[in-house]
């Protein structure tokens, strides 16, 4: 659950003019990628139908994804790596048509970097659910109208589920690697427990065994802001015109969720008590900088998301439990086989370090022992994005093995 584009992963800095300018106007009624819109580097893959753990069912979709590399003569160098809750495919890359932003992990992925795109096929799907590409209640529904409230609840499992089905239609068999970073190591250790045999290593990053009764709460206020939006109208907004949607709500969603993303060290170190101008926010109408920041940043999250989308993908957040129907946490992770980098940052405080520690003691085959591995990082969440030199260091420890 994190910023995850590379624009909105930079250290947290002073919104300037220049920033302020750059929103003007109204935002759309959803920030989704529709049909229609520059493809950019997605490639798309489609299926039959899909029977969810809620009951309900997907008479069928399609997922977006990106790839990179090329698949080898014995085709085992596979490697997937899984975005977090409100983040995308276009792991690496430069923005242009399709892609606002350029690449999340640039830095990671690419020739002779940590994931060596010279020595592995690398692919990276847009989550079910989502907006960007892959069937999420933004997408046309058989009758030709958006799905909207109709949309299904999904899990993690469902989630995972659909990209097995990918992983049969690209013809493969087992991953070299499973590489995921918060809802996306959710995924990762779903893999892990699910299909041990089709994972032959697994990095686990910043994310827990479970969602606990405090994170699942953080979520509930932040649907609530969404849904209590009149422009919501219970999820049937896609016919709004620009202003008219559920934005205010989503932006108050995002600006709570982004106060569990970054650490007070970073936040206080970089507003301290600063104004965002010279006019006095001590009773005179002026407003503090960090008030100005979350402001900015929930503004600019409502023109590339879905309000929808986000309720159903913070539902799936809410769903993952590992051990659920397996005998518990430690039997689900007693059955995860592939070799199994952990990582998590000590200054997280949506996903803290202890869930991690607790992943890695479960697991038995993991390079570190029965203890994560610990990033120090003011940036609190955002630091497996953030930290991108010692996150290399880690995969590359992983991948080389």
Not at 101 to 119: C, H
Not at 293 to 299: A, E, I, K, S, V
Not at 349 to 358: A, D, E, K, V, Y
Request: one cysteine or more; charged letters at 20%; hydrophobic letters at 35%.
């Amino acid at each position: 659950m994190d910023w995850q584009i590379s624009e909105d992963t930079v250290p947290s800095e002073l919104v300037t003019e220049q920033d302020a300018r750059s929103m003007v106007g109204r935002p759309p009624a959803t920030g989704a990628w529709r049909d229609g819109d520059p493809v950019g580097e997605r490639q798309f893959a489609s299926f039959g139908g899909l029977r969810l753990e809620g009951g309900e069912a997907l008479p069928g979709f399609r997922i977006a994804y990106e790839t990179w590399g090329e698949p080898n003569e014995r085709a085992d160098n596979a490697v997937l790596i899984l975005h977090a809750l409100t983040g995308d495919g276009h792991v690496a890359g430069d923005a242009g048509p399709g892609h606002p932003t350029a690449g999340w992990w640039n830095d990671i992925l690419g020739p002779g970097k940590a994931i060596d795109t010279d020595r592995w096929f690398v692919i990276a799907p847009y989550m079910l659910g989502g907006c960007q590409g892959s069937t999420g209640p933004a997408s046309v529904h058989q009758d030709g109208d958006p799905w909207a409230s109709r949309f299904p609840y999904v899990t993690v499992r469902d989630q995972v589920e659909a990209q097995q089905r990918l992983a049969d239609h690209l013809g493969v068999e087992a991953w070299a690697a499973v590489i995921g970073g918060s809802m996306g190591g959710m995924q990762a250790l779903e893999w892990g427990a699910s299909l041990p045999e089709r994972v032959e290593r697994l990095a686990v990053l910043s994310a827990p065994p479970s969602n606990t009764a405090d994170q699942i709460a953080l979520n509930s206020v932040q649907l609530q802001a969404i849904e209590m939006d009149p422009r919501f109208r219970g999820g049937e907004y896609y016919d709004a015109p620009d202003g008219e949607g559920p934005h205010r709500g989503l932006a108050l969603a995002r600006r709570m969720a982004l106060l569990n993303y970054r650490s007070p060290t970073e936040l206080n170190q970089r507003f301290q008590r600063s104004w965002q101008s010279s006019v006095s926010p001590l009773g005179h109408g002026g407003r503090f900088a960090v008030e100005s920041y979350l402001d900015f940043h929930g503004n600019k999250f409502t023109r590339r998301f879905d309000a929808n989308s986000y309720g159903r993908l913070v539902q799936a957040m809410d769903s993952h439990d590992v051990g659920r129907d397996r005998g518990g946490v430690e039997s689900a992770l007693a059955q995860v086989t592939a070799r199994t980098l952990v990582l998590g940052v000590d200054s997280d405080r949506l996903f803290p370090i202890s869930g991690q520690h607790r992943i890695a003691r479960g697991i038995r085959n993991t390079p570190d022992g029965d203890e994560a591995v610990v990033l120090a990082s003011d940036f609190g969440h955002d630091g497996f994005l953030i930290e991108t030199a010692n996150v290399a260091h880690h995969l590359r420890r992983l991948l080389e093995a």
